[in-house]
């Protein structure tokens, strides 16, 4: 009999404290956006369900290794998530301040009208665990990794798209992080 399917995957210890920082230094000077979520075939601004600014982060000298890393990465895991992806577009760097919060979503466009969607996501936490209070990133209907695990600087959790998932409001500190969605050919 073939394995269950995977609904997650976290690594611990892959970036490096100095990796980190560089990653946050380098991300804080991309143009700032407000943060936007999915509505009928388009996307909009809400704020009750997704409060946060965003930058968008593209290959270049800092963030190539991780763009390799990450890459490599979901080639490893897909042997379990077994979908179709091939390319990794830009990535979100995401910071989440006091009252911050992204409300339950899934990362894919069901109204999409394209030929391609997300078909892997990932979450690359950047803060230090003591950075912040708050911002616990959950999922809905599946059993979550341990929250110590989650927060700790550095992890990096690849999942299922489809997979509702939400960031808790921040109550102190700041959260950062980098997020991804591995694309391919639309859900068949």
Known sequence: PSMPRPQ?????GLLSGSQCDALCAHSSLQQEK???????????????????????????????????????LA????????VDWDYLPPLQYAEYNVGDHYGWHHDVNLNSQTDRTRKLSVVVQLSEPEDYEGGS??????????????????????????QEHRVTEVTSGTRRSLVGWFEGPAWR
Do not use: C
Request: net charge positive; aromatic share 16%.
């Open 8 to 12: 997650w995957l976290i690594y611990s």
């Open 34 to 72: 407000k943060a936007t979520v999915f509505y009928n075939a388009g996307l909009k601004t809400d704020d009750s369900v997704r409060k946060t600014k965003i930058r968008w982060v593209n290959p270049h000298k800092v963030t190539d290794p991780l763009f390799d890393l990450l890459y490599r």
């Open 75 to 82: 080639r490893e895991t897909n042997q379990g998530f077994r």
């Open 137 to 162: 990133f959950e999922f809905r209907f599946t059993e979550n990794p341990h929250t110590i695990a989650l927060k700790k600087r550095g992890t990096i959790l690849l999942f299922n798209p489809l």
